[in-house]
């Protein structure tokens, strides 16, 4: 379980703290800010498009070689993209040509490093039984979270003297370098005693990215399952314009755009706002502070509201977008750091209770035999926020600060009128998957 568990966190850290000195390597490269955006956007769309066919391979290949492949291209795009860095911020190349170069590196983790969290995913699941499996993956799932609180913490600390904003990147590389032969080396082979499978994972972009842990019900061999339910129907493939999951979709779409947007803004905002734009290097700590603030906000919203209150996917999903609407108002109108970590912090745990409400309202939808193609399409909603929205974001706040803000205030209102006239109440949505949106 350390291994495993050291593996989420690796991927998950190694990710939120190169974000939180992407912005000022941005700034010292003198280019556009909407290039540091759009140099996620080629690995984003490689995530979406290959976890899937790496969350099956993983059922065939072993659950441990994908791992290692997923930790192999952690470790060895990280150093390509710092390499890269380190040079084009000593002149080496001009700022255009390094982000270019560094968005070629990020897709190496693009298309390779989804074979890992599945994989980790479904080798909990096959050595565990059903009555420890929820405890296990919990686990897993909270080195994820526990990464994106140190990844912001750690980078201001990992800019070293001779390496600068690229340190970071460095080292990480090398603890993943680590914790790759360390995989290889004490981790037993696969010899699963149950039948499972991992389910697919949007690519750790930010602080507020939700996993999707496998869940009891429907994981297993078919055996295990209860008696399969008619397809909706009586199709074979559930359909992105399935008319009882369309509500859920919107909702998840217009709300994922809204955080994405949030999140592409927020490095430059505080670079602005601060007024660090002539000593970039000082940002980083900031950011880091920041972001890490939004990662708390959203582990009390997942780990502690949602448990502790009972909400269910439709109220969770309402709470989440209204304080959205609320922590946007200090963000843009905040003269300092404390107001705009706070703003941003009831924005993150807003979108800590949107996420989950998102994910089991579409997994209630559905019936039991659909729950993996509508894990799939639920993944995907939330990948395809991040190809393109950041950029598009990052544009208007360039333009006019107050475009970006409003754009996110209407997603977020209109997610809320979604929930509010097309979404039924909690209490009139069926049972077979309620405790899964409480837990």
């Known amino acids: ?20 000195v992407m912005p000022s390597i941005g700034t010292h490269l003198g280019i556009a800010d909407v290039w540091v955006s759009l140099a996620y956007s080629w690995s984003a769309l490689l995530w979406m498009l290959l976890a899937p066919f790496w969350a099956r391979r993983s059922d065939r290949r072993g659950r441990k070689a994908m791992m290692s492949l997923g930790m192999a291209a952690f470790a060895l795009s990280f150093a390509l993209c710092g ?4 040079f084009g911020l000593r002149g080496a190349f001009t700022g255009l040509s ?71 990147f460095a080292i990480f590389a090398l603890f993943a370098v680590g914790v790759l ?33 496998v869940e009891d019900d429907p994981d297993g061999s078919p055996d295990e399952l209860p008696e399969a339910e008619p397809l909706h129907g009586g199709a074979d493939r559930l359909r992105w314009s ?80 209204g304080l959205c609407c609320v922590g946007v108002v200090p963000i843009a109108l905040g003269p300092d750091l404390h107001t705009i970590a706070t703003g941003f912090a009831i924005c993150s745990l807003g979108f800590g209770l949107f996420r989950p409400g998102f994910t089991s309202g579409a997994s209630l939808a559905v019936t039991r035999r659909e729950q993996g193609q509508s894990a799939g ?20 706040y360039n333009h006019s600060a107050w475009l970006a803000w409003v754009l996110v205030e209407v997603l977020a209102l209109s997610v809320l009128a979604i929930c509010l006239f097309a979404i039924r109440p909690d209490e009139a949505m069926p049972s077979h998957g309620r405790s899964r949106s409480r837990r």
Not at 83 to 86: A, I, K, N, R, S
């Open 1 to 20: 379980m350390a291994l495993l568990f050291a593996v989420m966190l690796t991927t998950a850290a190694g990710n939120t703290a190169m974000q939180s």
């Open 98 to 168: 390094t982000i270019l170069l560094f968005a070629l590196a990020r897709s190496l983790y693009g298309g390779f490093g989804s074979a890992a969290p599945p994989a980790v995913q479904a080798y909990v699941a096959s050595r565990t039984s059903r009555e420890e499996r929820t405890k296990a993956l919990s686990m897993v799932s909270s080195s994820f979270g526990l990464g994106t609180v140190l990844g912001p913490a750690l980078a201001p600390l990992l800019i070293l003297p001779g390496i600068g904003l690229v340190g970071p």
């Open 377 to 396: 399409i639920v993944a995907a909603v939330n990948g395809s926020a991040y190809i393109v929205t950041p950029a598009i974001g990052v544009f208007l």
């Open 181 to 213: 032969v360390l995989l290889r080396m004490r981790l037993p082979d696969d010899d699963p005693r149950f039948s499972a499978r991992g389910e697919i994972m949007e690519e750790p972009f930010s602080p507020s990215s939700n996993p999707r842990i």
């Open 242 to 321: 399935d008319p009882r999951m369309r509500a859920w979709l919107w909702t998840g779409t217009l709300g994922g755009q809204a955080q994405s947007i949030l999140l592409g803004v927020i490095g430059f905002l505080l670079l602005d706002r601060l007024g660090l734009r002539h000593q970039p290097d000082a940002a980083a700590g900031p950011i880091g502070l920041v972001l890490m603030c939004g990662a708390v906000a959203t582990l009390l919203a997942q780990w502690g509201l949602i448990p502790t209150l009972g909400l269910g996917p439709r109220t969770s999903t309402l709470w989440g977008m």
């Open 83 to 86: 390499t890269v860095l380190f």
